[in-house]
């Protein structure tokens, strides 16, 4: 597991998997999410807009990333 810091105390995930690099591009986040393979704090997610907060697990493509608010 790797942290991730973001800046302020939200990012949406499609934003957090092209930041961390498990995709390239929105399209391939919305396609990762789609095939059901990223989870959220251990449950199966499928929206790229779903907001995440300072502390939140996310797991993809066997990246396993938590993220850290920059206050």
Do not use: F, P, Y
């Amino acid at each position: 597991m790797r942290d991730v810091t973001i800046r302020g105390d939200m990012i949406r995930l499609g934003q957090l998997l092209k930041l961390a690099g498990v995709v390239d591009s929105g399209g391939e986040a919305k396609q990762l999410l789609a095939a059901g393979l990223v989870t959220v704090n251990g449950e199966e997610e499928v929206r790229r807009g779903r907001q995440l907060h300072d502390g939140d697990l996310v797991a993809a493509e066997g990246d396993e990333v938590r993220i850290v608010a920059d206050d």
